[in-house]
């Protein structure tokens, strides 16, 4: 059985004649409760062979009860803040005797109450359920010290000269007023160590709340309905959406849009420009550019037509299309990122906390000491009030309150120095990961690149005497009219070299789909589009400059755009996403910490070597390109299996999956919220430099929690001889 803290989920693989049935009963005969979410068993995960289920969902913690991750923090802030403002007059009384009036005892004793029987009382509920079945963990610690130190000062009041009028406590170390063995009164241990507890759960289950983020981000990036082509005849009694128009179909067929949900396999579905593909499925007919980066993390959008595949959420950035459905719901290729997502995070070691480790030995040896203790002065001959104080000071020394902050405080300041430096750090599992991290895994478009397309160089024929303003000029007019983001690119570059110069306006414009656009600019016929497109279309074949100017662009993984007019080709335009200026000096620094930088990207391997170069990373073996998201994956585990500590960093929801395997995911606050939720690290200003700083924070962050937890046990070792 593999448990996820943060998930909630546990994924277990059995052998034999086990029903689902008998795997709940026995996580809840733990203290715990467990569901099969619904999702599972409608899916029929359990396989028959290997006999390992999907998941068991839900598994809570005894001491909150059945709650959500919203409602978990919420119990736990409403118990942070009720006992806080009891704990505070309890400690001010105990602690200062000048404000310590008659029988002031007994109002700290109403206070402290509440805060020990209510406040503490999912450390009780979970130190019974461990006890019941003989472990011992941080809550039995807290449970046994909360109640002993309680308990005790009600023996001392109620049975000792502790409740008499007049009684006042200084600190240890000063005489005290009343001589009698059982003045000592420890409510403000119970009350402070409760609150104090109750402070690092609530900022754990606020991280928690958090967890299953990643998972609604990928899904939320579907349509949410669609227009479906349907014969009005075999219209179901469901769809009950007026017509948008009578006869888009063309074919007798009305459009009516539907629920997603509604969307069954072998539908025909419109997807209009700017809209998102339904769900995954065969284009029937139209031509279009459908931007395919949150699959593929490419700016480059891709070209289909009648018989191309299409991907569910992709957008369609061109023309109209008829697509038919061959995969819905959770068949789609988003829902299987998503469930990649998930397996990613339900297969993450998560390293368990040194001091919980501990707790399994520290805590029978200090009941044991405990009760040595009481042993002890009694057969020396000591009075029984004086051998319980001694005892009980052993369990009150032994509480696990530096225990149970060392990691909370010094995650604080750490995510807060973060947070100044635009670095946000998910939770401290993080700061242990990335310790021993030294292979750094970058993605191209986005993290080193600036994931947009821009026009880099302008060639022009040397024939004709072709300015390189005029085929600008004429170029940026045309595309300015496109949708497609290469046009786009273009026209921008034209503008910003002609230093803003309006551009012309086009007439007869026209665009083949995946080839060019074509329309007249000042009298001039002028078309653009594949080098190819316009020599067999439009008789312009490229002289050897503009030959050698596209190669070069190719060489170099750009796209090439040739232009002409009137008859003849005049120039090539080469349209490339650029290294943004600080990555070279970013790698640069994540080599000095002694990382391996590894260039990931579902690019060409052509234009992932030129970035490589560019930046600096020129390792063998150290440019992996053509690969597809799920591909990420196996080259962090392939990495991993290799025994090394992987980070990666990411911005798009196709690094979703491989973020959420790595050791350390690292993801650009600029990039997809998918993304985001399923890294470790995000980095706001999108500026990989920061990964450096991220890196160097996290491992003097892990330093500091070490150091803590040293002194906690220190001080343990010290004090309870």
């Not at 029929?44 to 006999?51: A, F, I, P, Q």
């Not at 503008?495 to 001039?524: K, N, Q």
């Not at 503009?546 to 232009?563: D, H, I, S, Y």
């Not at 073996?621 to 392939?638: F, Q, S, T």
């Amino acid at each position: 059985a593999s448990v996820n803290y943060a998930t909630e989920k546990a994924k277990v693989t059995y052998v034999g004649a086990v029903t689902r049935e008998q795997l709940v009963s026995t996580v809840e005969a733990t203290g715990y409760t467990a569901t099969l979410p619904i999702a599972v068993e409608s899916r029929g995960v359990v396989d028959s062979d290997t006999g390992e289920t999907g998941g068991i969902g839900s598994t809570t913690d005894p001491g909150v009860g059945r709650h959500s991750k919203g409602d978990e923090a919420a119990d736990w802030r409403e118990r942070l803040l009720v006992s806080a403002v009891l704990t505070l007059p309890v400690v001010v009384l105990s602690m200062v005797p000048v404000v310590q009036f008659d029988n002031w005892q007994w109002l700290a004793l109403t206070l402290a109450s509440p805060v020990v029987v209510w406040g503490a009382l999912p450390f009780h509920r979970a130190a019974v359920a461990n006890a019941r079945h003989g472990a011992a963990t941080m809550d039995t610690l807290i449970s046994v010290g909360v109640s002993a130190a309680y308990l005790w000062s009600l023996w001392a009041l109620f049975f000792t000269d502790a409740g008499t009028t007049g009684m006042q406590m200084r600190f240890a170390l000063l005489p005290d007023s009343n001589t009698g063995s059982g003045a000592h009164l420890y409510l403000e241990v119970a009350s402070a160590v409760t609150t104090f507890i109750l402070t690092g759960r609530y900022f754990e289950a606020r991280a928690k709340r958090q967890s299953g983020a990643a998972l609604r981000a990928l899904l939320d990036m579907g349509a949410k309905d669609v227009a479906v082509l349907r014969d009005i005849a075999a219209r179901p009694a469901v769809d009950d959406s007026p017509p948008l128009s009578p006869d888009n179909g063309g074919d007798g067929r009305t459009e009516v849009r539907v629920p997603i949900s509604r969307l069954v396999v072998g539908d025909v579905f419109v997807v209009r420009p700017g809209e998102k593909v339904a769900t995954d499925g065969v284009v029937e007919s139209g031509t279009s550019a459908v931007d395919a980066s949150m699959l593929t993390g490419e700016p480059v959008p891709v070209e289909v037509g009648p018989g191309d595949i299409v991907v569910g959420a992709t957008v369609n950035a061109g023309g109209r299309l008829l697509v038919r459905a061959t995969r819905v719901g959770a068949d789609t290729q988003l829902a299987q990122m998503a469930r990649l997502v998930e397996d990613a995070q339900n297969g993450k070691a998560q390293v368990q906390r040194l001091a919980d480790r501990v707790s399994g030995i520290f805590v029978p040896v200090v009941l044991v000491l405990a009760v040595a203790t009481l042993a002890g002065w009694l057969l020396t001959g000591h009075p029984i009030t004086a051998a319980f104080t001694a005892a009980v000071a052993v369990l009150i020394i032994a509480c696990p309150c530096a225990l149970g902050l060392a990691t909370p405080t010094a995650l604080l300041v750490g995510t807060g120095r973060g947070a100044q430096l635009g670095i946000l750090i998910k939770g401290p599992e993080v700061l242990e990961s990335t310790r021993m991290v030294d292979t750094i895994v970058l993605d191209k478009t986005g993290t080193i690149t600036t994931g947009r397309m821009t026009l880099v160089t302008v060639t022009v024929t040397e024939a004709d005497g072709v300015s390189t303003e005029e085929l600008l000029r004429l170029a940026g007019a045309l595309e300015a009219a496109s949708e497609h983001p290469i046009g786009a690119a273009v026209a921008a570059g034209a503008m910003e070299r002609l230093r803003g110069s309006a551009l012309p306006a086009v007439d007869g414009f026209t665009s083949t789909g995946g080839l060019g656009v074509a329309g007249v600019v000042d009298g001039h016929a002028v078309v653009a589009g594949r080098p190819g497109w316009l020599a067999s279309q439009w008789s312009q074949p490229l002289d050897e400059r503009l030959t050698a100017a596209v190669e070069a662009a190719q060489g170099e993984g750009r796209t090439a755009v040739a232009v002409g007019w009137d008859g003849a080709a005049r120039g090539v335009l080469a349209v490339s996403d650029t290294v943004k200026s600080t990555s070279a000096q970013a790698i640069a620094e994540l080599k000095g910490l002694g990382l391996r930088p590894v260039l990931l990207t579902g690019d060409n391997a052509r234009a992932a070597r030129a970035v490589a170069a560019e930046v600096g990373i020129t390792g063998p073996g150290d440019v992996i390109a053509d690969v597809l998201p799920a591909e990420k994956v196996a080259v962090v585990r392939r990495l991993q299996d290799q025994g090394r500590v992987v980070a990666m960093v990411g911005d798009g929801v196709n690094d979703a999956a491989a973020l959420a395997t790595a050791d350390l995911g690292i993801s650009l606050g600029t990039g997809a919220d998918v993304a985001i939720e399923a890294s470790d690290l995000t980095l706001v200003r999108g500026d990989l430099r920061t990964a450096v700083d991220a890196i160097r924070l996290s491992r003097r962050t892990l330093g500091t929690i070490k150091g803590n937890l040293f002194w906690a046990f220190a001080y343990n070792v010290a004090a309870l001889p």
